[in-house]
Every structure is written in structure tokens, then in C-alpha cells.
């Protein structure tokens, strides 16, 4: 991940606070309260005062995480395809860097991959998400079953 955009995210997960201003080298400032996830704020920030990180180890840190998978489109669409037929995950949370570069370059080169794997469906089976996941609609209370 770019640094810029490891320290943007991080300062995305405390809350929204702009780091660019502060040393890179130097440790965490005080933050002012947020209406982001406090949780989350909560727990990067007394990780970072417990290890003394600074804001360059700690940007580090939090966007070299191990479940993060870079590659080539190939790579990429190998690496969802040993989890989905081992099988280890029925459905993946992708998240981006950036938008809207990494989400086009995933539709654009990984996706048609996993297409022609038969692992992303080429279209919708209908029109509600009940059609999607192949459900059946439930009987309705009011109608002639029960009488009305």
C-alpha cells in the first residue's frame, strides 16, 4: 500500500483525524474525540502508547495485515479460488486502497477470471435477492391457503 494511503487509513480508523501534519517519526498525538468507531479508535490508539509505535510504524502496522493479498489478477484469482473449493470461505469481503482505481482494476482483470472458473456468476438469476440465493418465496398468511 502506498505510505500516503496506509496513513490515510489510519487516520480513517481513529476517528477521522488528519495525520499528514504530524512527524512520521514521532508518536501518536492526542485525538479529539470522533464519532467514528470508538472501539476501533480505542484500541489502535492504546496500541500504539503500549509499543511506544510511531505514526510511521503504526501506519505499518495496520495495513500489513496477513489475510491482505497482493499479486497479479492470476495471483489474486488463484488465491480466492484454494479458499472457495478447499472449502474455506463461502464469500469474501473485499476492501480497496483507493477507489475508484483498485475496485476497476479487480473488475476489470480478476473478476472475468473468476468467471470463466465458474466462481462469479455471469448474471442474476432474478430480480429480488431471494431469486439470487435460489430460495423459495414463503406462502403469503393472506392469501387463499389461509382461507382468505
Known amino acids: 500500500m502506498p505510505p500516503q494511503v496506509a496513513l490515510a487509513h489510519l487516520g480513517y480508523l481513529l476517528g477521522g483525524f488528519d495525520l499528514t501534519g504530524f512527524p512520521l517519526d514521532g508518536p ?8 467514528q468507531s470508538k472501539s476501533t479508535r480505542l484500541e489502535v490508539y492504546l496500541r500504539a502508547r503500549e509499543r511506544g509505535s510511531t505514526i510511521r510504524q503504526l501506519a505499518a502496522e495496520i495495513n500489513d495485515d496477513t489475510s491482505t493479498v497482493v499479486g497479479s ?16 470461505a463461502d464469500g469474501f469481503t473485499l476492501v480497496f486502497p483507493y477507489l475508484p482505481g483498485t475496485l476497476d482494476d479487480f ?8 468467471r470463466r472458473r465458474g466462481l462469479f456468476r455471469t448474471r442474476y438469476e432474478g430480480t429480488t435477492l431471494r431469486d439470487h440465493l435460489g430460495l423459495p418465496r414463503p406462502t403469503s398468511r393472506y392469501g387463499p391457503a389461509h382461507g382468505f
Open 73 to 88: 489478477p492470476l495471483e489474486i484469482a488463484d488465491h480466492i479460488e484454494r479458499w472457495f473449493t478447499a472449502p474455506a
Open 28 to 35: 501518536l498525538p492526542d485525538l479529539p474525540e470522533s464519532n
Open 107 to 114: 473488475v476489470q482483470l480478476v473478476l472475468p477470471l473468476l
